[in-house]
């Protein structure tokens, strides 16, 4: 397949993919001049009439999930766009809580392949099909999950009416900078004037309150504001005039679950607190400290685990972090994980708060773009754990079998360290019984 060639309006949504991935020079292109050119031609810059842009380190898919819940609970035509996806491309949007279908994705890319006189990216590409699908659909409410920073990602060619970020943590060094500080002012560049903003990370860097100060936004802070309480099974979230009392506990992290509430709590949109209370107990996010079922492993060849297995697509140290408080509570025998991290991450990041909890590391190889080879990925995590038990493995599929075939009930298997490690992991699943 000639992959400079563009696909037809006819061929497959993986066709097209394939094009995308190799057609211009960079795979990551920071700036907003091209992307935003290519939205003014097509009338793009306004996908619905309130749009809520969200950045942060971690937590901005599940936030995401919770606004989307929420507001179609509302009553509410929603449409949501995140990356990465975990398993297929059209995970990255959807329309009232749906998947689009692959003619659907293929047809906007035709469209703008049509129109567009610049060199896009692939994320280019997808946000403004993503743009064009939202506006198709006339919805009243669009959630735009930023890629990767705020000033510089392709999403904030769109003018927010509120803007969130989630937490603030080192990641993404190249692109974004090597401190907190650094890193916060690009995050913040998802502010507009005099708009609404909620800051869900307790230890907010001054180069975020400074541009917020700078635009006049209506900033709400996690900790000064409002914050969220656990107390035994229940939540409780407050602000300086408002509480919501005896929370169901959620499916996605606490923190996330405070964040999209400060969030509601200041939307120009009438919700009841029933309507909140059951978007906390439905919203979920799969690869986020997700424990596979017996449905997963229905169609498994293989040996069926004995001992719970769990997925989580962290990758920086923060992610690990929270990863190891929840390992922490429920870690009855060993745990052993199947790992591998792509090449320009912080290793020592995700693998250090995870130490004295994991039992065996089964490294495995990532094929894929800065993906690197399972004895590279013991290299570097022996470099930083000289004393951790480790064997390598070229194919994910190899570790689990046996670890499925050795690992005791009371044991856990984690799969973690990208959401490449864990759509392999799925993927392979999902493939053994065809």
Request: aromatic share 8%; with cysteine; hydrophobic share 40%.
């Amino acid at each position: 397949m000639n992959t400079k060639i563009p696909p037809k309006e006819t061929d497959s949504l993986a066709c097209w993919l394939n094009y995308l991935e190799h057609a211009h020079s960079k795979p990551i292109d920071m700036g907003l001049e091209r992307v935003r050119s290519v939205a003014e031609q097509l009338d793009l810059l306004q996908p619905a009439p309130y749009v809520i842009t969200v950045a942060g380190t971690n937590g901005k898919g599940s936030t995401c999930r919770l606004l989307e819940v929420a507001l179609m609970k509302a009553g509410l035509r929603v449409g949501v766009y995140s990356s990465p996806h975990l398993i297929r491309y059209n995970e990255r949007v959807r329309i009232q809580g749906e998947l689009l279908p692959d003619e659907w994705h293929v047809k906007t890319f035709a469209m703008i392949q049509k129109e567009k006189q610049v060199s896009l990216s692939y994320f280019e590409f997808s946000t403004l099909s993503a743009l064009a699908l939202f506006k198709q659909a006339k919805l009243d409410v669009v959630i735009l999950e930023v890629g990767l920073g705020g000033r510089l990602d392709a999403t904030n060619i769109v003018d927010p009416n509120f803007a969130v970020i989630t937490s603030i943590d080192i990641d993404h060094v190249a692109f974004l900078g090597d401190n907190r500080e650094v890193i916060g002012r690009e995050k913040a560049g998802i502010f507009r004037p005099n708009i609404p903003v909620v800051i869900g990370e307790p230890d907010c860097p001054q180069s975020i309150r400074d541009h917020a100060i700078k635009l006049q936004c209506h900033a709400f802070y996690r900790g000064e504001d409002w914050q969220i309480i656990e107390k035994n099974d229940r939540l409780q979230w407050q602000s300086n005039t408002l509480c919501f009392d005896n929370l169901p506990q959620p499916r996605i992290p606490v923190p996330n679950v405070g964040t999209a509430l400060a969030v509601l709590t200041q939307l120009p949109f009438s919700m009841s607190e029933q309507m909140i209370m059951e978007a906390i107990a439905e919203a979920q996010m799969p690869g986020r400290f997700q424990t596979l079922t017996a449905n997963d492993f229905a169609h498994f060849q293989g040996p069926q685990p004995k001992s719970r297995v769990i997925i989580d697509v962290g990758h920086n140290p923060h992610a690990a972090r929270y990863l190891a408080s929840r390992l922490q509570a429920v870690k009855k025998g060993k745990i052993f994980a199947i790992f591998s991290a792509l090449e320009d991450k912080d290793l020592s990041g995700i693998v250090e708060p995870l130490d004295q909890l994991i039992d065996s590391w089964y490294c495995v190889g990532l094929d894929c773009w800065r993906g690197q080879e399972a004895q590279m990925v013991e290299s570097k995590l022996l470099a930083v754990l000289p004393q951790a038990k480790t064997s390598t493995y070229k194919y994910i599929g190899d570790a689990a079998v046996k670890l499925f075939s050795e690992a005791k009930a009371e044991d856990i298997i984690l799969v973690f360290g990208s959401f490449h490690t864990v759509a392999d992991f799925m993927l392979w699943l999902e493939n053994s019984g065809k």
